[in-house]
């Protein structure tokens, strides 16, 4: 089982645009999945659509029990390969700056526990953390649950603070409590092709970040807010922006599993199929200075 934390700590990057269709690319390859809502503004739980819980990822942060989790996660509309980890806006509340380490460690437990004693005896084989654009509690026990981290923005002037300080947070929670979590990747989302600004910005992530940067981007296209709206996966959703964006979150995925092929919340020595997955085209039309429609 992997677990990619999917972050930015600045609002309004697209950060769960970037996690649903990392999700929506698992479930084209047929990747059981859990979507994690750390967001108190439930944006991912929304766009998944779940059936009413009588418990959340509030309850489970506080205790993480068998019992609880059974109850805060949930089917989406998406299909039954696709669960939900139900966000709350109780989150909030317990989005504390300064939480002791084994409040830190209740995500990570609870993970522990789903890989160990599966629901309904199927393992997931990648869980998705979207977090909130904070760097309290939530984010950080995020982090200390993850095998990776997928950094997300957006290219403005402010993509490489925002993205500087993601990863000196990641590096912290490395070196003090996950020795084995890695940065995978720089997303840049909302790309405008034909702007000089936007293309100066990505040169200027890349001057920053070198290969950390991900080598396609995500264009910015009707088609992201038309699927959310309608509760459907980016790659079920036929327009030729919609299309294009898929294969870039193919190309995402496949950078993900590929980043550890032994997840912490994985036995050692076991096998996981979608090491192998990659993109469905070798060329993504997302491509940096390309043009696309949609």
């Given at each position: 089982?992997h ?5 930015s700590l600045?609002?309004?990057?697209g950060?769960?645009?970037v996690?649903?269709g990392?999700a ?6 047929g990747?059981?999945t ?11 739980t ?6 009413l819980?009588?418990?959340?990822l ?11 989790l ?9 299909g039954?390969?696709i ?12 989005n504390?700056p300064?939480a002791d380490?084994r409040?830190?460690?209740n995500?990570?437990r609870?993970?522990?526990e789903?890989?160990?004693?599966p629901l ?6 990648l869980?998705?953390l979207d977090?909130p654009p904070?760097l309290?509690r939530?984010?950080r ?10 950094i997300v923005?957006?290219p ?14 990641i590096e ?8 084995g ?5 720089v997303?840049v989302n ?12 990505v040169?200027?992530l ?8 991900m080598?396609?981007a995500i264009p ?8 959310q709206?309608?509760?459907?996966p980016?790659?079920?959703w036929?327009s030729p ?5 898929a294969?870039?979150f193919n190309m995402v995925?496949a950078k993900?599993l ?6 912490r919340h994985?036995?050692?020595?076991d096998?996981?199929?979608?090491d ?18 949609g």
């Open positions: 089982m677990t990619v934390a999917v972050l600045k609002g309004g990057v950060k769960t645009t996690a649903l990392v929506s690319a698992a479930l084209r390859r990747a059981r859990l979507v994690a809502d750390l967001d108190p503004q439930g944006n991912a929304t766009s998944l659509d779940p059936p819980t009588d418990r959340t509030a309850d489970v942060l506080e205790t993480p029990t068998r019992a609880v059974e109850r805060a996660i949930a089917p989406s509309v998406w039954d390969q669960d939900v980890l139900v966000g709350a806006e109780e989150l909030e509340m317990l504390e300064d380490i409040r830190l460690e995500l990570s609870a993970l522990d789903l890989h160990t004693n309904r005896d199927e393992p997931y084989e869980v998705i977090c904070s309290g939530l984010t026990s995020a982090l200390v649950a993850a095998d990776s981290a997928l923005t957006e403005t002037m402010y993509a490489v603070s925002g993205a500087r300080r993601a990863l000196e947070a912290k929670i490395r070196e003090e409590q996950n020795p979590l890695r940065p995978i990747g997303v909302k790309l405008r092709v034909r702007s000089y600004e936007h293309q100066f910005r040169a200027e890349r001057e920053n970040f070198g290969p950390l940067v080598p396609t910015d296209r009707l088609a992201v807010q038309q699927a709206g309608a509760c459907s980016i790659h079920e036929h922006g919609a299309q294009e964006i294969l870039t995925l993900v590929r980043s550890s092929r032994a997840g994985r036995v050692r020595g096998e996981d199929p979608l192998a997955v990659e993109p469905d085209n070798a060329e993504v039309p997302a491509k940096l200075g390309d043009t696309g429609t």
